[in-house]
């Protein structure tokens, strides 16, 4: 079974635009987080999607949103892009045991 | 909040050297325990985890004891190859409708043939 996919892999944007990130789950996986992991520092919880509804939030401005798609692949999407936005952003999902998390290769976002 | 905090690294060990990474938690109730390593240019891998007090998470030679009383989940193994040389973070479930991940700063080990 293939893993947690995410793209792209690299991005490079400048301030002010803005960017969307993909992730597809392991089949049967119903569950998607976001996290950002800036360099030298662990992930940082974004988002949680369960069947389509957000179930958890974490500290981030509204510039960042989310969403999941029927076949639970979700997006990220960051408006008005800031320096302090460049980030490796990792996408997780679960299955019944939501404890149990699969991380994806990340994408490797920098902001000029 | 909760929070986790791991030892500070780069940790530098020679090739079968014992390996300990520290790591201490503050939670409130009994959050599941997880240890994750990253390796260059990848994403994060479950190394092993611990759901409840006393329990022993083990995988790959590694293991890590869920200990309530000192709020630790100290990482160990007994011979490091070179190959382990990766980011090691511990990290905590709050256990809640989200299954949030709460991660520490990560501990960097290099281990040297």
């Known amino acids: 079974d293939a893993g947690v996919t995410q793209s792209p892999t690299h991005l490079i944007k400048t301030r002010g635009q803005h960017v969307t990130l993909r992730c597809s789950p392991i089949s049967g996986h119903k569950s998607v987080s976001w996290y950002q992991q800036v360099l030298g520092q662990g992930p940082q919880f974004i988002f949680q999607y369960y069947e389509k509804e957000e179930r958890g939030r974490g500290n981030f401005p509204d510039r960042f949103s989310a969403r999941q798609f029927p076949n639970y692949s979700s997006e990220l999407n960051v408006n008005a892009l800031l320096l302090g936005d460049s980030a490796l952003y990792l996408c997780?999902?679960?299955?019944?045991?939501?404890?149990?998390?699969?991380f994806g290769a990340g994408t490797r976002l920098s902001v000029l | 909040g909760d929070s986790v905090t791991q030892m500070e690294g780069p940790v530098t060990l020679s090739e079968e050297a014992f390996l300990t990474i520290n790591c201490t938690y503050t939670?409130?109730?009994?959050?599941?325990l997880f240890w994750y390593v990253q390796y260059p240019g990848e994403g994060l891998q479950l190394l092993l985890k611990a759901t409840k007090a006393d329990d022993k998470g083990s995988n790959k030679g590694f293991e890590a004891t869920y200990r309530k009383e000192t709020t630790s989940f100290h990482l160990e193994k007994g011979s490091v190859q070179v190959s382990d040389s990766a980011v090691y973070f511990c990290a905590l479930s709050d256990r809640g409708n989200t299954g949030k991940l709460i991660f520490g700063q990560g501990t960097t080990l290099q281990v040297k043939p």
């Open positions: 939670a409130t109730g009994y959050p599941s």
């Open positions: 997780a999902t679960s299955g019944t045991d939501k404890n149990i998390q699969y």
